[in-house]
């Protein structure tokens, strides 16, 4: 055998004789990997996929060229804090599908200014997703990929400024399988680059944002959340898209209905719309009670109960009078936002009750022309300001 590892099968040298790759994938490999993999201060890639290496994963401090750390699919036991501490040439990182301890990303990857590839899925990351992946950190930042992790909390505003054409996040869970990434999804209206969103299985709550700058959207998967509200129309209108899932949400108001260039899940599930057929359009009243629940960012109490395409067949705080809504009773449902003016378009209301919530803003104008309002109940929230409804027969309770 040859004793100069730059004619040695997989590696690669400079001209200087100094190693700048390593690419033994799929190999057969086992054993560890040595700490004096450190000591190869040229190495450039650095790719080990889909072997059966195991054991802890050294520090690689020595490694200021590395630009592809590829490790994927081997079984990589513990990662160290300060792993990716010096590193600051990476552009592409794949530690996917290891059985290693639980760990944090950790700051040490800041450093990393040039990286577009993160890749992580299946490999054991808890905490928050960090702040730092933004675009003062990671400018060049193209595709961020965690699914199947541990990951809790929010989607971290910063998301929005990165250009990621992918995102995957689908699938964070704790021990016990409880979903553990929550919040909205509104970051995502200003990743106008997105191609993939995979955000299904977690815990997401409130509407869908407004995705139609998304124009090289091709497959936005939601499934399994608690998602509120209706779908945005434009959403079946968007060039690019080819996959669509929205199976198993609390989504109100019409079924959307996709062309046919466009794969759609959209099993009723959990979801509320108002009717099981595509592309029909709700009863009037539904339409009007869905539309004055936006201000106060679709409660899912009201999604769990308002179902179906009739509010007077039990539905929460509605009463009714020969298929008309005469009473509107909010009181104490934890609301919290501004009242909608499109409680205006209720014209056969007489009593609206919205008292003992935490609503901010003024009463709207647009409530001083319902024809049959009789009483107006806001006490016991945040509300200022003059309202015509004073000028109005209506008395209002404050």
């Known amino acids: ?25 799929s190999r057969g490999v086992s054993g560890s990997l040595s700490a004096s993999i450190a000591n190869l201060t040229n190495l450039q890639v650095l790719e080990l996929m889909s072997n059966n290496i195991s054991g802890p994963l050294p520090g690689l401090k020595g490694l200021g060229s590395l630009q592809t750390l590829n490790l994927h699919d081997n079984q990589f036991n513990l990662i ?59 400018p060049s ?15 971290p505003t910063g998301l929005s400024g990165l250009g990621l054409q992918s995102l995957w996040l689908d699938g964070q869970t704790d021990s016990s399988g409880s979903r553990t990434l929550n919040g909205t999804i509104e970051v995502l209206q200003n990743l106008t680059q997105l191609a993939q969103i995979w955000l299904n299985m977690n815990g997401f709550t409130g509407p869908m944002p407004d995705l139609s700058g998304l124009t090289d959207l091709q497959h936005l998967n939601l499934r399994d959340n608690s998602l509120t509200g209706p779908v945005p129309p434009y959403l079946a209108k968007l060039p690019s898209l080819r996959l669509v899932n929205l199976t198993n ?26 009717l099981s057929q595509p592309g029909l359009d709700c009863d009037s009243r539904v339409n009007a009670l869905i539309s004055v629940l936006e201000p106060f960012g679709y409660p899912l109490q009201f999604a769990e109960n308002w179902k179906g395409n009739d509010p007077c067949d039990n539905w929460m705080g509605i009463t009714c009078s020969n298929g008309n809504i005469t009473v509107i009773n909010l009181r104490g449902k934890g609301l919290s936002g501004t009242i909608s003016p499109n409680f205006a378009a209720l014209t056969s209301v007489q009593t609206l009750i919205l008292s003992r919530n935490n609503i901010t803003g003024t009463i709207p104008d647009a409530l001083a022309t319902m024809p049959n309002l009789k009483i107006l109940d806001v006490s016991y929230n945040h509300l200022y300001g003059k309202s015509s409804m004073r000028r109005h027969s209506t008395p209002v309770q404050w």
């Open 141 to 155: 930042m193209i595709h961020l990929h965690l699914s199947s992790n541990h990951l809790q909390g929010g989607l």
């Open 1 to 25: 055998s040859n004793s100069d590892p730059c004619h040695w099968q997989n590696v690669r040298c400079d001209s200087d004789n100094r190693i700048i790759r390593i690419q033994i994938g």
């Open 249 to 274: 949400n609390d989504l109100q108001g019409p079924m959307p209905k996709f062309p046919a260039t466009v794969s759609s899940d959209l099993q009723t599930g959990k979801n509320s719309f108002c």
């Open 80 to 138: 160290p804090p300060d792993f990716f501490d010096g590193l600051t040439s990476l552009q592409e990182v794949y530690l996917d599908n290891n059985p290693f301890k639980a760990w944090s990303i950790p700051d040490g990857l800041k450093g990393a200014a040039s990286l577009k590839n993160f890749s992580a899925n299946s490999a054991n990351i808890d905490g928050k997703i960090p702040d730092f992946f933004n675009s003062d950190t990671f």
